[in-house]
Structure formats: C-alpha cells, structure tokens
C-alpha cells in the first residue's frame, strides 16, 4: 500500500504547529496503524529527520496511551477499537490519512501528536475512589452480596480506559462521559454508596475547573469510545448530581 | 554463600509472617511524617505499595514513565487474579496454593515468601472488594471463580478479559486518594536513570522529565523499585512498548544482585507473528484454556495443505486431530502449566505440524465448549430438544459472556472469526520471573533499595502460574514492604532530609549526563530499533523456548558484538532537552544489551533444565525437564560487572523443609 500521510508538527508546547506531507509505501494491511508510523519514523530517522512523537504503550487496546485524530476521528474509521488496534487492512491504496493531536482547551499539545490529559487524573483525584485503608482487616469479599446486574454495570463502566476519545469527538469537548463513568462504576456498587453524595459534586467542581465544556447529549462521544461506554453513566450522573445538590 | 542472607524468620512456616511482623520494628507515625520513600513504577507492585505507604504516613514520591500511573502494564493482564479462598469449597487453602506455586515454580522458589504470599492472598480479595473493583459475580450476588493451569481447584477471581485494568485502577484509586491528601507527589512522564547511594545506603534516584528533558535529583530515605521485568530484551513480547529494565539495571549497577535472569516465561496463548513489521504480541488469555481444546492435524499432509490454504481446520475430521495436551498428560489436559504448554506447542511444530502460513500456531478450538455450554442453556431454557443452530447460539452466548473482548481483539487483529474457525496461537514471551535479588523483607543487596512485583525475583521459581502476578505484584505492595521498609527506617528517624547537592548526587547526575551525551553522540549508521531487533533475534533463537550450550556461547558472543556496534554506531536524533521518544529508547536498549548478556550466561550456567529454563541436554526419554536437585538447587544471584560475562555468581541454597521435592508431573 502506498499513502499520503498529513501529519501534525509542532516542536513544543509553545511552538507553532502545522500539517506536514509525507509519502509512505510498502505498508501491509496487517499492520497496525501504530506499527505503520513506526515505518515512517525509521524512515525519518534514516534520512535524518526528527521522528515523529506520539504516545502509545501497550498495543493491545488497554493502556489508553495511544489517541490520535485520524481522518477527523478520534481513533480512526473502525468502532470499538483504540489506535493502536487499527490495522492497515481499513484504508485502501493510495489514501490520504489525515493525522493530528486530541484537540481541546483541557489537552494542550506537548509535541506532535502528544497531548497532556492529566486533567483526567485531577478529575479522579478530587474524589474518584473509596476511602478505606489497606489493613487487610475489611470484611470478607463475600459478606456484601451484589446484585449481578449493578456488578456488570459498574464493570461496564469500569472499562473507560482514560483515553480521551470522548472529549475529542465532542464539539463542547465535553468529559462528561469519561467523568460518568468513573461516577457511575463506583454508584452502583454499596461499597461507593457511602461517599456518593461528595464524590459526584467533587468530581463534577474539577472537570468544569479544568476546562471541559458541557454535554449537549449529541452522542458523539459514545459512538467514538473505543470501549462502548454507554451515555446512560452520563444520565445517572445527572441523577446522581441533582440529587447530591438537594441534599446539600 | 555465606553473603547472601534471606534473614527468613524462624519458626514453623505458618507462623514466620506473624511471628515477623510481631518481631520487627515500627516507626511511630509522628516520625514517618519525616521520611521519605519513592517508588519507581506504579503497576499494582508500585501503585499499591505507594498508596499504603502514604497512608501509613510516609511522605511518597511516584514515578512512571507513563503520562499517567493508570497506564502501567499491570493494566493488561486479562485473566485473574489467585486467592486461596476456597468459596467454591473444592479443597483449596493457603497450603494448596503454596503448593501449587512451589511445583508450577518447578521448586525453584523460597519456600517462605511463597507461603507468606498464599496466606496474604485472601486479604487482597477482601480488600480490592472495598475499593470498589468490580470483580465477575454469580446471579447470587456473590464472587465467581475460574481455574488457571497447574492447579485443581477454581481460584482464579476475576473482570471478564481485563482483571489488570479493575485491579489497577483500584490501586491507582487508592493513590488518588493520597495525592489528594498531598501524601503522594506523582512524577509521571518520568524515567528513573540511577540509583543514588550515599554511605552505602539507597538515598535516592536520579531522574529525567520526559517532556522537557530535565535531569533531577530527588532523595529519599528508601527507595522501592517496582518497575516490572525484563521480557523485552527479546524485542518481541506481550510487554507494553515502554517496558524496561533501566530501574532495575542501574540498581544492578550498583551493587545489587541480579537473580535467575534466564527464568522467562514464554507464554503458549498468543497471537503468532504475522511479519517483519511486527512491533509487539498479543496474549491470548490463559483462562481460554479452560474452555478451548488445543490441537494440531494428526496427519503432516493435512498440516500441509493447511499452511497451503488448501484446506480448512473445520474440514478436519475429529479422528484426524491431535489433542496433544491432553494425549500427553491426561491429568491437567489443556490446563498444564505454561512452560510446558509452550514446549509442547514448539515440540509440535518443529516436527512439522504447525499450521499457520509460517508453519508456527497450533489451533485453539472452542467447539466444543460452545456445544457443551449450548445444550446446557437449552435445558435450563426449557428447550429439551434444541436444533443445532439453537445449540450453537445459545452456546456462542455463554462463551461471548465469559470471554467476549478476548474474541473481539482476535477478530481485530487477525481479521478472522474465532466463533466460527479455531483460533490459532503460539508462545511468546510474556513475564521473567528472574529479576532484582532479595531477602524475606524485599530488600535487596543494596540497604534501603526494595525491590516489589514482577522487579524481584522472589515467588516464582522457574515458572509462574496463571494468576500469581496480580497477586504477588498486590501481595508485595500492600501488605508485604509497606511493613518490612518500616523495620530498616525505624533507624532513619532522626536522620532528617537527605540533602541532593552531596557529592554523591553530584557524581550521579554527572555518570548519566556523560552516558547520554556518549548515546547521543553515535557514529549514525543505524536507529535504535535496528539493535534492538537484532538482539531479539539472538534472544528468542538461542536463549528462548530451549537452550543448548552451544548456541548460549554464541549468543553471549553475538550480544556482545551487537553492545560496541550500538554503542559506536547508533542513530539517536533529537536533542536531550526535548521530549526524544528514540533517547528513551535508546537509553533502554543499552540496558538490554548487558542484561541479554548476563541472561545468555546464566542459562549456560546452569547445566538443568527447570520450568521456562529447558536445556536440551538435560531431558528425560520423553522430552520432559529434567532437573538436578543435587547440584543446582539454589538462586543464581549475579554481582554486576561492566563485561556481563565476568559477572560473579553468589548462590543462595534453596532450603525445602515443609514440601517434598519430586519431579514435576502433570501427567
């Protein structure tokens, strides 16, 4: 396969970026798409360019390292799948691919394709987690009885791996979805039950500070998630929100 | 082997954790509020040590290589976690478990951590519960199990195909937690390049932002390493791409021992090479194997016209397949031990039977289970008389429950429908259970240097079971060093800051300045992933599944060859201010040059064959590892020397009192 790569440069946080054209041949449809920007960069390298830097780690769809905006889409055309597990075999011969960072006010641009998403940490550290101690002295794993479809759910919210395709594929660059899901997966368990009411309000103080926009329910964000997280966290977020502010 | 001092607790082994934990010192919390620890990685081993120790009140300094703790590669572990909670009632214990571990680890390991890890393993269970991690439920409400090769009992917890990411983020919670608190600083998109030691003791690290190229300096009273193994020195494994052996090394470096490096695991289930492009593998979990049925064509024509294309597996009669696991050892079947699970894969392959375009996969076939699992739904769905189709997709939805995005990440990247046609895998390297040699607390060879998880070499002898690194990667962090530091820093509470503009900080910044100035100024002739290819060509050709004298010689040769041609010859761009993506690798690589080196080395040395180390001298008649308790029962713990091969051994004899010694047998 022979394509044309559009690709963001940009020196640094500071510098000015801009699209630049490269050429690439002799690409494989089982390749992944990570796996073909390891062939430009050695390319690169060899000609003695400066390689182009993006993030990934795991390849394996998990990690939530790897982003990128391929043709307009967070994660490129396929569904339900990262970067990273993108191959080659979706594009045809002879495509221009348009490549570029995450874009939102939250996510700066570090270098090239790399973008800085620690808000998500922040988001998590205002309230993200259940306060208990490792003692080892908590009760027995099995003393709490859960329902199975609230332990699916939570589960299920549990996938997010924090990559940030939701807020890249919002026009508000929304984290609402991300947010939610980290809301709802402890909302559903008793164990999160306690710490619900400041959790949810917390959570929510830290995602508007860092600069994410509001959801206006278009869904895009869904639709992109490589893991199919459900807009339904954001509802019950909503509920869990409205009801945390009520109470006071 | 005198030097080398486990400092194991005396005692009947169910008592030496409790006994010890009684016996050693405590640090009163008004004094921890005055000492700092930092943690080198943040995966469950790190992430969890980090968050117990702030809670406990240490000031904790976290780093990761990673823009995020979240995203070590703990978070791809995809099977389960091991606990020996018996809620199945089907016989198991902390005995059991020790057992199993001690034999899977083809009684390469001490037995006393081992036992200690069994007996803490329920507390993990119970506590990542009250975290909030949503482990796989019954419509009871209550925990499921499944089982993991080597054993006979269900303890395996787990989240569907991703128990790493639940477990993680259950660590990392707990760290939020603390970072909230102002107790944890995390330093992430940082990499550690060197161990400080002032008077003998770790007082600190070295580090460099990755964005912005600083090189640090921070100091500590203790310094935890906990920053995984080493698998990829053979270039190609499940490891994340960032995984490395800086931390460990340049502790190795100076002056803690390295152990076992040559005990890799090559796990049997993943996803074979597609090309020359191939930049990592893919794990398929090991718990498909309780419902998957490994097999190859019985016949070489049918192999053939495989690899041909000419013939398809579902084509192939059920008298014409050969279940060779469970034809070999009837007992465990399709759930033996990794190991052996991959030697009899490669055994199959080498003799002509594999079945992909590279001749190199074995069939991974969920047929039956799907028929299996089919007419039991029927049943319980009213349906006594099911057709076929109805079998098969109510069979095809219990499957897909269990182990859905196992399915999906197959499909994706082979483009091939596993529900449909067997899957087809082969080992690849996936964990090394050799690391950072230390003693019952952790601690290694140098004071006030602790090494956790998969870092150290401790719990799994010569072969880990499915299961046991989540479990000792959280058994180390929470409930093992968060302890055991507290007795070597109960003597550093009137110590006060350890200042960072010594002298010895001074030579540290100075010795990496020079090495990555020395990396960057290379000749240019090749990119860093040139060496690196190469030398994971060596590893995985003459250091890998099976190993003989002869090609271990020639690889110690050819690494060392490989080391002065990188080192004269590489390609590094970019400057060192700047995020340099080829500088980190770089600095990686060299690491993985000396390491594979002292790898080769220490499997030439040890003339047996045990668990993922198989000698092809040392067999039995039917091609199973044959061990030498008489002379090799002991750890090979290596001090560094700049030329690998010169490295001194130090043996620590491995002592079995509570277990009998015997060979290994699934049979």
Known sequence: MKLTLKIWRQESAKAKGAMKTYQIDGIDGDMSFLEMLDVLNEDLINKGEVPVEFDHDCREGICGSCSLQINGEPHGPDRLVTTCQLHMRKFNDGDTITIEPFRATAFPVIQDLIVDRSAFDRIQQAGGYISVNTSGNTVDANAIPIEKQNADDSFYAATCIGCGACVAACKNASAMLFTSAKVSQFALLPQGEVEATERVQNMVRQMDLEGFGNCTNTGACEIECPKGISLENIARMNREYLSAVSKG | ?667
């Open chain 2, 1 to 667: 082997m005198s030097e080398l001092k486990s400092n194991i607790p005396d005692g009947p082994l169910a008592q030496k954790w409790t006994k010890h934990k009684n016996d050693i010192n405590l640090v009163n919390p008004a004094n921890k509020r005055n000492i700092d620890v930092i943690v080198v990685g943040t995966g469950l081993a790190g992430g969890s040590a980090a968050a117990t120790l702030a809670e406990l009140g240490y000031n904790v300094k976290t780093f990761c290589y990673q823009d995020s703790p979240r995203r070590a590669h703990s978070i791809a572990a995809q099977g389960g976690i091991n606990a020996a909670k018996n809620y199945q009632g089907d016989g198991d214990s902390n005995y059991r478990l020790f057992y199993d571990t001690i034999k899977g680890g083809d009684y390469r390991s001490r037995e006393a951590n081992v036992y200690r890890l069994a007996e803490v393993s329920s507390n993990i269970i119970d506590q990542c519960v009250a975290q909030g991690v949503p482990f796989a439920r019954e419509y009871g409400g209550l925990l499921d199990n499944r089982s993991f090769g080597g054993v006979l009992v269900s303890r395996t917890f787990y989240a569907k195909g991703q128990t790493g990411q639940q477990l993680l983020l259950g660590a990392y919670s707990a760290m939020n937690r603390q970072i909230n608190r102002g107790k944890i600083q995390p330093f992430n998109r940082h990499e550690m390049l060197d161990l400080v030691l002032v008077d003998g003791k770790a007082r600190g690290i070295i580090a460099r932002d990755l964005v912005t190229g600083a090189i640090e300096r921070h100091s500590a009273h203790a310094v935890v390493l906990a920053s995984g193994g080493y698998g990829n020195v053979f270039f190609l494994s499940t490891n994340a791409m960032g995984s490395n052996v800086m931390a460990a090394w340049r502790a190795h470096r100076r002056g803690a021992y390295f152990a076992n490096p040559c005990y890799t695991q090559i796990h049997p289930t993943c996803i074979p090479v597609s090309g020359d492009h191939q930049s990592k593998l893919t794990l398929m979990s090991e718990s498909l194997r309780n419902d998957g049925r490994i097999w190859v064509p019985a016949k070489k024509e049918d192999a053939e016209a495989i690899r041909a294309g000419k013939l398809k597996p579902t084509e192939i009669k059920e008298e014409d397949r050969d279940y060779y696991l469970e034809r070999r050892y009837p007992a465990f079947g399709n759930l033996v031990p990794r190991d052996v699970a991959s030697r009899a894969a490669k055994e199959r392959c080498d003799a002509g039977f594999g079945v992909n375009k590279t001749g190199e996969a074995v069939y991974l076939d969920f047929k039956s289970a799907i028929i299996r699992y089919g007419k039991e739904e029927a049943l319980i769905n009213g349906n006594q008389n099911p057709t076929d189709q109805e079998v098969y997709d109510y069979g095809k939805k219990v499957v897909e429950n269990k182990y859905g995005n196992l399915f999906q990440m197959y499909e994706k990247i082979v483009d091939e429908d596993p529900y449909k046609t067997p899957m087809m895998i082969y080992p690849a390297v996936h964990y090394t259970m050799g690391g950072l040699w230390v003693d019952y607390n952790l601690q290694t060879t140098i004071p006030g240097c602790y090494a956790a998880g998969e870092a150290n070499f401790s719990d799994h002898g010569a072969n880990r079971l499915g299961a046991s690194a989540l479990m000792q990667g959280l058994a180390d962090g929470y409930f093992v060093l968060p302890y055991t530091i507290g007795d070597y820093l109960s003597k550093d509470i009137r110590t006060g800051k350890i200042p960072t503009d010594s002298p010895e900080f001074d030579q540290a910044e100075k010795d990496v300045r020079d090495r990555m100035t020395k990396l960057m100024s290379g000749k240019g002739t090749h990119s860093v992933d040139y060496y690196h290819k190469k030398l994971g060509k060596i590893m995985w050709n003459k250091c890998g599944m099976s190993r003989n004298a002869k090609e271990l010689q020639e690889a110690m040769d050819e690494i060392a060859e490989l080391r002065k041609d990188f080192w004269e010859n590489v390609k590094v761009p970019g400057t060192m201010d700047s995020k340099n993506a080829e500088l980190e690798k770089a600095g990686r690589v060299a690491d993985f040059l000396e390491l594979g080196e002292l790898f080769a080395k220490d499997a030439l040395t040890r003339n047996e064959s045990c668990g993922g180390h198989f000698r092809e001298e040392y067999q039995t008649p039917e091609g199973e590892a044959l061990r030498d308790d008489e002379n090799f029962s002991f750890v090979s713990a290596w001090e560094y020397n700049e030329n690998p091969r010169e490295a001194k051994l130090h043996k620590e004899e491995l002592v079995f009192e509570n277990i009998e010694v015997k060979t290994r047998s699934y049979k």
